[in-house]
């Protein structure tokens, strides 16, 4: 049997039976200690972070400080300010990963399939030609091919 080397994972399968108290974003954008958060930006109304649990490699989130659940409710200087970290993010990642295409979104309520419903955020997805391949149809296995360690400090080096 082929065994597939994912040491980050334990912390979420590990933490699926514990209740999170209080919102986790809230929590990373009050902390100072953006390393240990994977924070990789921060602006005036927002902060990126880096998907503790990726679909893919260089799986960013784009938040806004504020805690609301829907983006209507945010005002017009957060929206802005949300909007262009998302493009500060993207070019950033095109730099430092130079990725095929992205997958960007967002999931707006619990049924929509949102991990954190009562705190918008933006997904970005960095996608390449082969990133899809038979793992996770037949081994029901996600190949993350990168350190979150490793993509912080690569990142960090091409801001």
């Not at 039976?17 to 953006?34: V, W």
């Not at 805690?67 to 430092?96: M, P, R, S």
Request: hydrophobic share 35%; aromatic share 10%.
């Amino acid at each position: 049997m082929d065994k597939l080397w994912a040491p980050w994972r334990v912390k979420y399968i590990t933490g699926l039976s514990k209740k999170q108290k209080g919102c986790i974003f809230c929590k990373i954008s009050r902390d100072k200690k953006d390393s240990q958060n994977y924070v990789i930006s921060r602006s005036k109304h927002s902060f990126s972070v880096l998907n503790i649990y990726p679909y893919n490699n260089g799986h960013i989130l784009v938040v806004p400080y504020r805690h609301v659940g829907d983006f209507v409710n945010l005002n017009k200087e957060e929206k802005e300010d949300l909007w262009g970290l998302l493009e500060t993010t993207k070019k950033l990642l095109d730099k430092a990963l130079k990725p095929c295409g992205y997958n960007v979104g967002m999931n707006i309520g619990k049924m929509a399939g949102a991990g954190f419903p009562n705190h918008i955020h933006i997904h970005i997805v960095p996608r390449w030609n082969g990133d899809v391949n038979f793992m996770p149809v037949t081994g029901n296995t996600k190949v993350i091919s990168q350190s979150l360690q490793a993509l912080l400090k690569r990142l960090k080096k091409c801001k």
